[in-house]
């Protein structure tokens, strides 16, 4: 019986043993990169318990402004110092003397610290050239000067730019033939999604040295540079932006309390992006709880009264304004007496002015009669359909997007709608199922200053290497289908001009900017209403200067009470910041 029980018990202590030899060749041989459910890396987690480092720069490509300034990051020169100098005698005297800062202090900030640290991050005092030399110079184990970088505390056009983030599945999942570690990092959101191909790291360039259990170097006071050394990367993004314009748009936006909306500014010559904000900003602790990671100037949203250029220009096409037609701008645009903008009878280029919507019902109308597409036809036309921003075939991308988040626009949804003459007029004045991004406006108002040219419009121009050659060029672009004839858009130029100089203009209150603005106003019933109040979606898109048009620019406040506003002061002061920077007043 006992012989029985012992080779039950060995039985039972070979089974035990086999288990766990098999649990450590899957640990040691098997599993050491994706090691349990969490896919967890044995290979670093074992080097990070033997090694202390930090990192200098983490390998991901940079986001420049069009004058090769970093939006999301900084470079500075900053003072290094590591843990393991507690345990030595150091000449913290001379490293204070070179660098100003109390000797006390770097000597209180070593001895709490666990690991290797920039002096004063996340708020780093930034050393001069002269002071890096000298510090190195002391040749000081454990104290060193360096170029560090740093992700800004504010990043301009937060949204166009976008975010990061870990995510182990989806890393393989978007990247399934790449050897990356766990901790990449992965663009969410904005251009840092559309380019995050061309940002992946090679490897992140780091200060490194090796400790035993209690934090005391291994192998003597050695620390050692790891770097990809590879000279053509991480790349860099050029973008269209102007860092200077972006924050001072940024300003004025906050400054006139503009809780959700913003603006787009372009430059109509190579029509790119000069300055994006959208508001609300990105809460940073929680970003996917509420709006503001979404970019609302490449949303659809209600555009009102600006749709009426689109029926301005299929009007003059189809010969429906002849200069001697009147519009009755006293009724509303059922019928019913106008009692609140009872403009009497208007000509065509007043009506536009004034903002007439009667007279734009009634064109919509007449508009469809002839074609039941016609409207969506000049709404392409005019680029206010599908989307504007730069795509094509990059590399082996096809259809690459620059603005991967843009909506399309719209004008119906339904054949019911189309032939429906209701929900035609109120269509015609940007109404009902009508919707464009802020970001499309902008565009036709170019298109328009163009001469009825119709472009991309790129937020980047191309992808530089480390070592400043190129490596990807996004070239200026036309955008396909039919655009409005030369002549089409001389008619709404001077449409666009005399809604300034109009005496009861929409757009009076620019008549006196240092640039000739041309644009339109729009205010947009949204269908949601606070305390009984309807709300709106305020606009001002325009282009300026008239006679030789250097910028689009879009404000726009959304989902607003009717006295609220801000579009027309902060589209004044946009225009006052160019021309003063133009100028060279700054």
Same mark, same amino acid.
């Given at each position: 019986?006992?012989?029985?029980?012992?080779?039950?018990?060995?039985?039972?202590?070979?089974?035990? +043993?086999?288990?766990? +030899?098999?649990?450590?060749?899957?640990?040691?041989?098997?599993?050491?990169?994706?090691?349990?459910?969490?896919?967890?890396?044995?290979?670093?987690?074992?080097?990070?318990?033997?090694?202390?480092?930090?990192?200098?720069?983490?390998?991901?490509?940079?986001? +420049?402004?069009?004058?090769?300034?970093?939006?999301?990051?900084?470079?500075?020169?900053?003072?290094?110092?590591?843990?393991?100098?507690?345990?030595?005698?150091?000449?913290?005297?001379?490293? #204070?003397?070179?660098?100003?800062?109390?000797?006390?202090? +770097?000597?209180?900030?070593?001895?709490?610290?666990?690991?290797?640290?920039?002096?004063?991050?996340?708020?780093?005092?930034?050393?001069?050239?002269?002071?890096?030399?000298?510090?190195?110079?002391? =040749?000081?184990?454990?104290?060193?000067?360096? *170029?560090?970088?740093?992700?800004?505390?504010?990043?301009?056009?937060?949204?166009?730019?976008?975010?990061?983030?870990?995510?182990?599945?989806?890393?393989?999942?978007?990247?399934?033939?790449?050897?990356?570690?766990?901790?990449?990092?992965?663009?969410?959101?904005?251009?840092?999604?559309?380019?995050?191909?061309?940002?992946?790291?090679? $490897?992140?360039?780091?200060?490194?040295?090796?400790?035993?259990?209690?934090?005391?170097?291994?192998?003597?006071?050695?620390? @050692?540079?790891?770097?990809?050394?590879?000279?053509?990367?991480?790349?860099?993004?050029?973008?269209?932006?102007?860092?200077?314009?972006?924050?001072?748009?940024?300003?004025?936006?906050?400054?006139?309390?503009?809780?959700?909306?913003?603006?787009?500014?372009?430059?109509?010559?190579?029509?790119?992006?000069?300055?994006?904000?959208?508001?609300?900003?990105?809460?940073?602790?929680? &970003?996917?709880?509420?709006?503001?990671?979404?970019?609302?100037?490449?949303?659809?949203?209600?555009? $009102?009264?600006?749709?009426?250029?689109?029926?301005?220009?299929?009007?003059?096409?189809?010969?429906?304004?002849?200069?001697?037609?009147?519009?009755?701008?006293?009724?509303?645009?059922?019928?019913? &007496?106008?009692?609140?903008?009872?403009?009497?009878?208007?000509?065509?280029?007043?009506?536009?002015?004034?903002?007439?919507?009667?007279?734009?019902?009634?064109?919509?109308?007449?508009?469809?009669?002839?074609?039941?597409?016609?409207?969506?036809?000049?709404?392409?036309?005019?680029?206010?359909?599908?989307?504007?921003?730069?795509?094509?075939?990059?590399?082996?991308?096809?259809?690459?997007?620059?603005?991967?988040?843009?909506?399309?626009?719209?004008?119906?949804?339904?054949?019911?709608?189309?032939?429906?003459? =209701?929900?035609?007029?109120?269509?015609?004045? $940007?109404?009902?199922?009508?919707?464009?991004?802020?970001?499309?406006?902008?565009?036709?108002?170019?298109?328009?200053?163009?001469?009825?040219?119709?472009?991309?419009?790129?937020?980047?121009?191309?992808?530089?290497?480390?070592?400043?050659?190129?490596?990807?060029?996004?070239?200026?672009?036309?955008?396909?289908?039919?655009?409005?004839? &030369?002549?089409?858009?001389?008619?709404?130029?001077?449409?666009?001009? *005399?809604?300034?100089?109009?005496?009861?203009?929409?757009?009076?209150?620019?008549?006196?900017?240092?640039?000739?603005?041309?644009?339109?106003?729009?205010?947009?019933?949204?269908?949601?209403?606070? @305390?009984?109040?309807?709300?709106?979606?305020?606009?001002?898109?325009?282009?300026?200067?008239?006679? =030789?048009?250097?910028?689009?620019?879009?404000?726009?406040?959304?989902?607003?009470?009717?006295?609220?506003?801000?579009?027309?002061?902060?589209? #004044?002061?946009?225009?006052?910041?160019?021309?003063?920077?133009?100028?060279?007043?700054?």
């Amino acid at each position: 019986m006992w012989k029985k029980r012992a080779q039950g018990w060995l039985y039972l202590c070979m089974i035990g +043993l086999l288990l766990l +030899l098999g649990r450590l060749m899957q640990i040691q041989l098997i599993d050491t990169e994706t090691f349990s459910k969490h896919n967890v890396n044995l290979l670093e987690e074992s080097v990070k318990q033997r090694t202390q480092e930090l990192v200098i720069d983490n390998g991901r490509g940079n986001f +420049l402004d069009r004058n090769g300034v970093m939006l999301t990051h900084k470079k500075a020169a900053v003072l290094v110092l590591f843990p393991f100098l507690k345990k030595m005698d150091w000449d913290a005297d001379k490293v #204070a003397s070179i660098s100003r800062i109390s000797e006390n202090i +770097l000597k209180m900030a070593v001895e709490g610290a666990k690991k290797p640290f920039a002096y004063g991050d996340p708020q780093p005092v930034e050393l001069t050239t002269s002071q890096m030399e000298r510090i190195n110079g002391l =040749n000081i184990p454990g104290v060193f000067a360096i *170029e560090k970088k740093f992700e800004r505390s504010e990043i301009p056009a937060e949204q166009l730019i976008g975010m990061t983030g870990e995510n182990v599945q989806e890393l393989k999942q978007r990247y399934p033939n790449k050897e990356l570690s766990d901790k990449t990092l992965l663009g969410v959101s904005g251009l840092e999604e559309s380019f995050d191909e061309f940002l992946l790291p090679e $490897g992140n360039s780091k200060l490194v040295y090796h400790v035993d259990g209690t934090g005391a170097p291994l192998f003597g006071i050695n620390v @050692k540079y790891v770097d990809p050394a590879n000279p053509f990367y991480p790349v860099n993004v050029r973008t269209t932006l102007d860092k200077s314009i972006q924050q001072k748009a940024e300003d004025l936006v906050d400054q006139y309390q503009i809780k959700k909306g913003g603006l787009v500014l372009l430059d109509i010559q190579d029509n790119t992006v000069l300055a994006m904000v959208s508001r609300p900003v990105i809460n940073k602790k929680d &970003p996917y709880s509420g709006a503001g990671i979404a970019n609302n100037m490449l949303k659809q949203q209600i555009m $009102g009264s600006v749709f009426k250029t689109v029926i301005a220009a299929a009007a003059i096409d189809q010969n429906l304004v002849g200069p001697t037609r009147l519009f009755d701008c006293s009724k509303k645009i059922n019928g019913d &007496p106008e009692l609140k903008y009872d403009y009497g009878m208007l000509d065509f280029s007043t009506s536009f002015a004034r903002s007439c919507n009667r007279a734009f019902g009634e064109l919509a109308k007449e508009v469809q009669k002839a074609n039941p597409n016609l409207m969506e036809e000049y709404a392409a036309k005019l680029s206010l359909l599908g989307t504007v921003g730069w795509h094509g075939d990059v590399y082996h991308t096809s259809d690459f997007k620059q603005l991967a988040d843009e909506d399309n626009g719209r004008v119906f949804v339904s054949d019911e709608a189309r032939k429906d003459a =209701n929900f035609v007029a109120m269509s015609g004045i $940007g109404q009902d199922e009508v919707r464009a991004t802020p970001l499309a406006v902008a565009n036709m108002m170019a298109t328009i200053a163009r001469g009825g040219k119709k472009e991309m419009v790129r937020a980047v121009t191309k992808i530089e290497y480390k070592n400043g050659t190129t490596m990807v060029d996004f070239p200026k672009k036309s955008m396909k289908g039919e655009s409005i004839s &030369p002549y089409t858009a001389m008619k709404l130029q001077k449409l666009l001009r *005399e809604v300034v100089l109009n005496p009861n203009g929409t757009g009076r209150v620019f008549k006196d900017l240092p640039y000739e603005v041309a644009g339109k106003s729009g205010t947009a019933e949204t269908g949601k209403f606070v @305390k009984g109040k309807q709300l709106h979606n305020k606009w001002f898109a325009g282009y300026f200067p008239y006679q =030789n048009p250097k910028y689009a620019l879009v404000t726009v406040n959304l989902d607003v009470l009717d006295s609220e506003g801000g579009v027309n002061s902060l589209f #004044a002061d946009m225009v006052k910041l160019l021309y003063e920077k133009v100028d060279g007043k700054e």
